[in-house]
């Protein structure tokens, strides 16, 4: 059973991605290609649906799925591909997203957490032999910060704010 | 100079300790080379040939004097009594062992250093014209900028796994000390009609293996919409950047593949969609950092003549090593890191002390490192200048050489580093002693010698008056050799002359080409204006005549 950090929470996946064991009417995650070349079927899924987005895909392209999908997945095959967290601030603050945004792959680990966290994250999905605990407390190895950021993690001082924020 | 209040203070005390847990992580094998690669180049620390390589970021090349005895404490402790100061104004060390480098990040944390974001792919030191602030020419002082770019950059956590390097360089007078327009984002600060302040932005300059002159992509951006503007820049970077081919990464590949107008249509739209959420630049927070820039308290000083009567040698490093101040009273003097027999940027803990004690006493405390290797102290009393040269004399910091051929800059080269094709280190010692007789230095005039031991360009040789570039020949060290280049007032790339000579060639073949220029060079033509008169072609034939090395 796949573990994920949900907030500051350890829990079970309740989740499937396509190609996964699935039962009907189970919470399941679909590739964009997929959700985009067959989307009535998708649409008519009878539980829960979840998009997820390999780096190269455009976060736009998502538009007109969004009020039907609970959580996008946002794929991190290497620490270094940092596409993500531009994909996840653009779903945050362009396309106000308000589901589950998850970041699943190898990229996804405690040194990551808190950038990832700050770019609007708030569930955390790394691969099956990373330490849960140690990236849940890696969350707050950092209690200050320059730049406006998600309110998944809590600041004690931040310097700069976006526009109608209070400073 | 900047201070950092307490937000500054707990971010690179957290950092310090976040680095910490990763060397014990790595230490303790629960994160491989590769995962740890990522995670220390991010904090300045290279494996380099012999060990690892620590540099440590001085922003905008400011230090004040606790601050260069602390890397010379630093150097003495962990490392073997010496640093390098680098063309982007940072200090490296050779030798630190990695387990010591947590506490070395501790020791600088105390003294309001650190070495965040001095390599990886990620948003680079900001780098200033070391002549801020005093510059006769100067529409603004860019430190502020660059100290309100430094804290937007770091640790942003949008734009820490960019696809490349990227490094950003401001620059407030019209003669460009910063060479901004290699840089990926260069900004060149603008005063309206109105007497608002704001930027011309170039993106897309760099050098490495296909360099390339920054272009404009907006004349005009005010200042409240610098950060707006920087993220989406380096938002349409991130997204579309190539990670595929690390040679093709740099933002001057996308740019070039896009083209300049779509480019720049993707970056404006990106910022008329994101601004409202971008990091507001707000009059109160430039005042803020404005704040710690403001002039130094100068007495009431009139200009005066301090070599009236005084001995040749000291006329001479007077004429080479200080310059014009826009304060009656005040020169700006060079501390030179080029006396021939040294190591070009080397600096021994022992005259770093000195050169802090002398900045405290003469200078208001403060010390800037510069893009060509030096150091500067800004704020000189004209009648302490005697005083002052004796002092650097006895320290070896006084070459009266700044602005000649042997005030070159060189990267550390095969000698330490792991990138490098050939050796730098052997090759500048070699034209030291070729070019050792001042007067003749002296009336070759101004020509900037850059040196590269390899494509990444650390030593800037595409842009040198005479560019030096490593290559590995069948396992050999030749060099290639290419004139006209500049990074200052006109950009521009330097064009190879000809094949590669061997490293014993090197110096003779520059002895070959000055001396043409000497011969063909009109009344007081500089050397770079008469390559750009005639062309390479004179120069070429020239250098290889009598040549049987070339190949």
Known sequence: MRHILRRRDIVEDSWRYLGEEVGPGDPLIVPLAELRAERERWWNWTGRLGARLKPSDRVEDLTADLPRLDLVAVEFPNPGDGRGYSQARLLRERLRFRGELRAVGAGVRQDQAFLLARCGFDCLEPTAAASLEAVRSALHRYDVAYQPGAPQVELRRQRFFGRGAAP | ?551
């Not at chain 2, 942003?156 to 060479?179: C, M, N, W």
């Not at chain 2, 005009?220 to 093709?248: C, M, Q, S, T």
């Open chain 2, 1 to 551: 100079m900047y201070g950092y209040d307490e937000l500054d203070q707990a971010l690179v005390d957290q950092r310090v300790a976040e680095f910490r847990d990763q060397v014990r992580r790595h230490l303790a094998g629960e994160l491989s080379e590769d995962e740890f690669r990522p995670l220390r180049l991010r904090n300045g620390l290279y494996i380099q040939r012999h060990a690892p390589m620590l540099r440590i970021a001085i922003p905008y090349g400011l230090l004040n004097a606790r601050q260069l005895r602390a890397l010379a404490a630093i150097a003495r402790r962990y490392d073997r009594g010496y640093g390098h100061f680098t063309t982007r104004q940072n200090l490296q060390l050779n030798w630190p062992a990695l387990a010591d480098v947590p506490d070395i990040l501790a020791e600088l944390a105390q003294v309001q250093m650190h070495a965040i974001q001095t390599s990886g792919n990620c948003v680079r030191n900001v780098t200033a014209d070391h002549l801020a602030g005093i510059a006769p020419d100067e529409i603004d002082d860019p430190r502020p900028y660059c100290e309100l770019i430094r804290q937007w950059a770091t640790l942003h956590p949008e734009f820490t796994y960019l696809p490349r390097k990227f490094k950003i360089a401001v620059t407030g007078s019209a003669e460009d000390r910063a060479a901004s327009e290699v840089h990926d984002i260069g900004l060149q600060l603008r005063r309206s009609a109105q007497g608002e302040i704001g930027f011309s932005v170039r993106v897309g300059g760099g050098l490495g293996r296909a360099p390339a002159i920054g272009q404009v992509v907006r004349e005009w951006l005010p200042l409240p919409e610098l950060f707006a503007y920087l993220e989406a820049i380096l938002r349409v970077y991130n997204l579309h950047g190539r990670r595929d081919n690390i040679h093709k990464a740099r933002i001057k590949v996308l740019l070039k593949s896009l083209g300049l107008e779509r480019f720049r249509a993707e970056v404006e739209a990106e910022w008329q969609m994101s601004r409202a959420g971008a990091p507001q630049l707000t009059a109160a927070e430039v005042e803020r950092v404005r704040g710690f820039f403001q002039l130094q308290p100068y007495e009431t000083l009139e200009d005066y003549d301090p070599t009236a009567g005084r001995e040749i040698s000291f006329k001479a490093w007077y004429r080479y090593n200080t310059r014009a101040h826009r304060v009656p009273g005040y020169r700006a003097v060079f501390v030179s890191l080029k006396a021939h027999g040294a190591v070009p940027g080397d600096m021994s803990s022992a005259q770093m002390e000195g050169v802090a004690a002398l900045a405290e006493r003469v200078s208001f405390g403060l010390i800037r490192s510069t893009h060509t290797q030096n150091l500067l102290l800004a704020d000189v009393p004209q009648h302490t200048l005697y005083e002052v040269w004796r002092e650097l004399a006895a320290l070896g910091l006084a070459m009266p050489n700044i602005g000649t051929l042997t005030d070159m800059i060189a990267c550390p080269g095969l000698d330490f580093c792991s990138l490098a094709n050939a050796g730098t280190i052997v090759v500048a010692r070699q034209i030291q002693e070729r070019f050792d007789n001042l007067d003749y230095l002296y009336d070759l005039g101004e020509i900037e010698i850059k040196m590269s031991g390899c494509m990444n360009a650390c030593g800037h040789h595409h842009v040198g008056h005479i560019g030096i570039l490593g290559v590995d020949k069948h396992g050999e060290e030749w060099y290639q050799i290419s004139l006209g280049g500049s990074a200052n007032g006109t950009t521009a790339l330097g064009e190879v002359i000809g094949p590669s000579v061997a490293q014993h060639e090197v110096a003779p073949t520059l002895e070959r080409i000055v001396e043409t220029y000497r011969e063909l060079r009109e009344e007081d033509e500089r050397f770079i204006d008469t390559v750009r008169r005639l062309g390479v072609t004179p120069f070429r034939e020239r250098a290889y005549a009598a040549h049987p090395a070339a190949a």
